[in-house]
């Protein structure tokens, strides 16, 4: 292997000679006349000063058990891992004097961020330092491949107390453990990555997650920074720009790749398809991957897509994989996007290959090209339905893969999941999963050992908290431009005035009901809103309105309404579509959004113009008690005849089958779908302003009988 640089300028840089020194004194050579052989730590003491990074007292004692002073510390600390500066001026303590012993230490310590001052200008050398102090200052000392200091507490015989003082022989054996763990790391190949998933164009969060990739490259300049996925969808800033408000934070960032999320295909139904996802990829600094998505039928990627494993990737461009050299070795990263994408968002002509299949495929690719260290940069879920796909079956089922950066579940990782076994049980390398829960609310690091043949021998990784962190001011003026558009449109009220909220409730500990499985106030004038439009806009006879449970994403709130309010209620940009289905078709469909019922489920059906039962304690499949539509002629609900045809209105996502809808599918396969082109949140605004009361009780549209056993 080639010889790297593994540690940065604030990192352990302790040399081979060091370690040497550490581990071949004995501690008869201390001569310190309280260490005898037998000590504890006698022979980390010892070690370290015939170093010379510690003396005794002038009666020759070393006083193993007594405190350890702060600027004592300093000097053990900044004498074990060779930590110098020549920045002099930097220090400004008015209580340390050059002439004092610990000055050097201080100043390279403070220099480099390892150990901070007081606010009142002091450094306060001979206060102590508490087993926490310690803990902290190690952790700020070793960057590139960050020691686990639970770890080093416990294989320095030293029992961690977070506020015990700490004394200069736990302190010695803790550096000398700290270098013994150096000298075993220094000959793995190291790897760190930051990563984010389903940001979800929280752009206005950027500036902190900016500050918190910029805190991480100070310490390691050459992580590597990976997007999970789902940048579009969710917010104003997208609903205003459509992905051009995230690009300048992405790049500014400068990511590394980010993969295909299913939301990137979102707006795939709108009249100009996928330009606003071509627009953003050709603003990156950065390549696209997706192994598994075709891109070959949609002309506009035509020239932006190759279906190959590229050494040398372009920004801007889409391919299955890349390589990256980093540190003198190449990494492979392939992307993967969840075949379900076909269901849950609006891809057109933009396909979606089996996952393991293009897996293998790249592996092998990466493989060829003598690369074995490989990332997966997945948009498949942790633990999603693996009928389609998800990250643990991916570890299990396709040999090869190091590490799996994924999205999609918004799962919070706090640690990496390792999978070490294959499909059938058997020991198999490592895989390590991380995931960053959502919305940039933390950023996810890891760090990666290989040996020579690219197996994981050792990680650690951890989230950051992104919200306690200042905003970078590079973002802060980045965001301005976007925030004053988005601010006006947010508050531009739209002459409705609610005198209590309308929820848009989840499950959880205190309650079962949910816009996903129960009726609500807010889904039901939603779906008024797209009878009342579809009637307006169609010479067919509009018997009923469904919307999905899960397209509803927020609540309003008491008082006036705003724009904004309205577009994060319905944010995934969807029309207004019609579709003629038969009353056996409308069963199987409802059949279908009341499956996992109680349970909560983004197909559960919200609807108009009709009245729906069902019995969740029967088996998924004959759960429809009874299903009746308004009939205007006689003034009454009659019932839904199978062989009988029906007009009714939807948003296109649902119309043409997503959330599972298969027989909506084959209904817009069939091509009895009308796409109306009608914006789902103007529809819903309008209906506001058509409302002389908002109806705020709820109506009996849709009951589950079991419940009233």
């Known amino acids: 292997m080639k010889k790297r640089k593994m540690y940065s300028a604030t990192a352990l840089t302790a040399t081979t000679a060091v370690l040497v020194g550490v581990t071949g004194v004995s501690a008869e050579q201390a001569l310190f006349n309280d260490v005898p052989a037998s000590h504890p730590y006698g022979e980390a003491i010892s070690a370290l000063a015939a170093l010379g990074v510690v003396n005794g007292f002038g009666d020759g004692s070393f006083k193993p058990d007594a405190a350890v002073t702060r600027g004592q ?28 012993p610990y000055f050097g230490a201080i100043v390279a310590l403070t220099s480099l961020g390892v150990i901070n001052g007081y606010e009142d200008g002091t450094f306060r050398p001979g206060a102590n330092l508490t087993h926490g102090h310690i803990k902290l200052v190690i952790e700020r000392v070793s960057t590139a491949y960050p020691i686990d200091t639970e770890v080093l507490f416990d294989l320095a015989s030293v029992t961690y107390d977070e506020k015990k003082n700490i004394t200069r022989g736990e302190l010695a054996s803790i550096l000398t453990t700290a270098l013994k763990i150096v000298e075993e790391d220094s000959k793995y190949y190291k790897l ?3 990563h984010v998933n389903d940001t979800h164009g929280r752009v206005d969060v950027f500036p902190k997650l900016m500050t918190a990739v910029k805190e991480q490259r100070t310490k390691n300049p050459d992580a590597l920074l990976l997007h999970g996925g789902d940048a579009f969808s969710g917010t104003l800033y997208f609903n205003e720009f459509e992905g051009q408000a995230d690009i300048p934070f992405l790049n500014a960032m400068k990511f590394d ?17 996928h330009k606003a996802l071509a627009d953003f990829v050709k603003a990156a600094n950065f390549p696209f991957i997706s192994a598994n998505t075709d891109f070959s039928k949609d002309t506009l990627f035509t020239g932006l897509f190759s279906d190959l494993v590229s050494s040398e990737p372009e920004n801007g461009k889409i391919y299955a994989g890349m390589v990256k050299e980093i540190n003198g070795e190449k990494v492979g990263i392939f992307g993967l996007t969840t075949a379900e994408t076909k269901d849950i968002a609006s891809p057109g002509s933009i396909a979606f290959e089996n996952y393991i299949e293009e897996a293998n495929k790249a592996v092998k690719a990466f493989e060829d090209k003598g690369v074995n260290k490989i990332i997966a940069l997945t948009h498949i879920g942790f633990d999603d339905n693996v009928a389609y796909d998800n990250d643990q079956m991916l570890a299990k089922s396709v040999p090869g893969i190091d590490i799996i950066v994924g999205g999609h579940t918004h799962t919070q990782l706090d640690k990496p999941v390792v999978v070490d076994t294959n499909t059938v049980g058997e020991k198999k390398d490592a895989t390590l999963i991380v995931q960053a829960y959502q919305y940039s609310d933390y950023l996810g ?27 970078d001011p590079e973002g802060v003026k980045l965001l301005a431009p976007f925030k004053e558009k988005v601010d006006a449109t947010q508050k531009a009220e739209i002459g409705v005035t609610l005198t209590q909220a309308l929820a848009n409730p989840r499950s959880s500990e205190t309650s079962t009901v949910s816009v996903r499985n129960s009726e609500t106030a807010l889904g039901n004038i939603i779906t008024d809103g797209m009878l009342a439009k579809a009637k307006k806009s169609t010479n067919k006879k509009v018997i009923m309105a469904l919307q999905n449970g899960g397209g509803i994403r927020e609540a309003i709130d008491k008082g006036p309404i705003t724009t904004g309010e309205v577009i994060t209620v319905l944010p995934f940009g969807n029309t207004l579509a019609l579709a003629d289905v038969t009353g056996a078709e409308l069963k199987a469909t409802f059949e279908h959004a009341v499956k996992d019922a109680p349970k909560e489920s983004g197909g559960f059906l919200h609807i108009s113009g009709a009245k729906f039962e069902y019995d969740s304690t029967k088996e998924a499949g004959s759960r429809v008690v009874s299903l009746k539509y308004f009939d205007e002629a006689t003034n009454s609900y009659v019932d839904i005849q199978d062989d009988q045809t029906y007009t009714i209105a939807t948003n296109a996502f649902t119309a ?35 409302l002389k009361e908002i109806p705020y009780e709820l109506q009996g549209r849709i009951v589950d009988v079991a419940a009233t056993k």
């Open 656 to 690: 043409k089958g997503g959330d599972g809808f298969a027989d909506l599918k084959k209904v817009y396969a069939a091509g009895r779908v009308t796409d109306l082109g009608l914006s789902d949140w103007e529809n819903l605004k309008e209906q506001f302003l058509s």
């Open 257 to 273: 790749a980010m993969v295909f999320g299913n939301h990137e295909f979102d707006l795939g139904s709108s009249p100009e398809g």
């Open 445 to 471: 690091t890891l760090n990666v050992a290989f040996d020579e043949n690219g197996v994981v021998v050792k990680h650690n990784g951890k989230l950051i908290k992104v919200g306690d962190l200042a905003e």
């Open 192 to 194: 760190s990555v930051m």
């Open 73 to 100: 510390a300093a000097k053990m600390i900044a004498g074990t891992f060779q930590l110098t500066t020549e920045k002099v001026d930097n220090l400004k303590f008015k209580d340390v004097e050059q002439t004092s």
